[in-house]
């Protein structure tokens, strides 16, 4: 079946650095979507991505669709302890099949050190 | 404020006892789903519904059940046929087509 893989699967990192992480599918994707998820708690919508090429910014995080339509990137930009979480990336694999079957990655674990 | 509201935080339950996970949004969303995540991993998809009165089956169906009378709720029976129930369950609810998922805070679910 379809999958997505995240890429790095965890990472440590000094506080002010800036974070990259990246997803990548067997198949295109019509839509990216970006998820940061706090422990215990559900997952929140950071960015939408909805077309090719697309470069969209919420605050310090700037995430991209790949050109390719197989892939996507997050980036965060000084990082503070509040950054903290799971990422995820997930998408509905599809030319417009109509299907809601959102496929998420494993997720990219962030710790940032004060 | 709108969202999506799952009950109870944490449910305890011995093996062999069916339970109902809560799930209502006022978000006005027609589609609705149910995932399940174990430690470490993603998200799985249990069951899903685009419109009242249907709903079709995830990747990790069996041993599960729902319903949706109401637009607003979406409630998961965990049966006593689920073989590992023990995990972080999540709802979620989208319009229609791509649209992203909004969750709700979910559902701690111990089985022993």
């Known amino acids: 079946g379809q999958q997505l893989n995240q890429s790095p699967q965890s990472m440590f990192i000094q506080e002010g650095e800036d974070v990259s992480m990246n997803c990548t599918s067997s198949s295109i994707f019509n839509t990216w979507l970006w998820y940061k998820q706090d422990p215990g708690e559900g997952p929140v919508l950071l960015i939408a991505?909805?077309?090719?090429?697309e470069l969209t910014s919420n605050g310090r995080l700037t995430a991209q669709f790949g050109i390719t339509r197989k892939d996507s990137f997050l980036n965060i930009s000084a990082s503070i302890p509040s950054d903290v979480g799971i990422y995820f990336c997930?998408?509905?694999?599809?030319?417009?099949?109509?299907?809601?079957?959102?496929?998420f990655g494993t997720g990219t674990r962030l710790k940032v050190l004060a | 404020d709108g969202g999506i509201t799952q009950s109870p935080k944490y449910l305890f339950r011995k093996e062999g006892q069916n339970v109902t996970l809560s799930c209502e949004q006022n978000l006005n969303h027609d589609a609705m789903y149910w995932y399940r995540q174990d430690p470490g991993q993603g998200l799985r998809l249990i069951y899903y519904s685009q419109i009242v009165n249907d709903f079709q089956k995830g990747d990790i169906a069996e041993g599960y059940s729902v319903s949706r009378e109401k637009k607003e709720s979406f409630p998961l029976t965990v049966t006593s046929a689920q073989k590992n129930p023990t995990a972080f369950y999540l709802c979620a609810s989208s319009h229609v087509g791509n649209s992203p998922l909004h969750f709700g805070n979910g559902t701690r679910l111990t089985v022993t």
């Open positions: 997930a998408g509905p694999p599809g030319r417009g099949s109509g299907t809601y079957k959102y496929i």
């Open positions: 991505l909805y077309k090719a090429g």
